[in-house]
Nanobody, 121 residues
Framework: QVQLVESGGGLVQAGGSLRLSCAVS????????MGWFRQAPGKEREFVAA????????LYAASVKGRFTISRDNTKNMVYLQMNSLKPEDTAGYYC??????????????WGQGTQVTVSS
């Protein structure tokens, strides 16, 4: 069992930055993959980025590559999503997820409650 708690969302102007955090607790993390997903009203949940806990291998959606950076702090059991050059299209609830396989969709078993990111034009 894994517990995930996101924080750091808020309101920003287009072109601005936000850093989301995900606190991870519960089952040992060494074999896990951590991901960020987002969901806007009326839209399907969308993959954003993922990172393997042990090796730090990353995967990004094309829509955020070059603007967002996923990272993890092994000593603090934290996962971060640094978001730069934000666009109104980035507006969504952002969710932290944990799974066993680095992927852009399937394989995530645990989810946080979400944190809202709103980007104004």
């Amino acid at each position: 069992q894994v517990q995930l708690v996101e924080s750091g969302g808020g309101l920003v102007q287009a072109g601005g930055s936000l850093r989301l955090s995900c606190a991870v607790s519960g089952r040992t993390l060494s074999s896990y993959v951590m991901g960020w997903f987002r969901q806007a009203p009326g839209k399907e949940r969308e993959f954003v980025a993922a990172i393997s806990w042990s090796a730090g291998t990353t995967l990004y959606a094309a829509s955020v590559k070059g603007r967002f950076t996923i990272s993890r702090d092994n000593t603090k059991n934290m996962v971060y999503l640094q978001m730069n050059s934000l666009k109104p299209e980035d507006t969504a609830g952002y969710y932290c997820a944990a799974g066993r396989r680095l992927s852009a969709g399937a394989g995530y078993d645990y989810w946080g409650q979400g944190t809202q990111v709103t980007v104004s034009s």
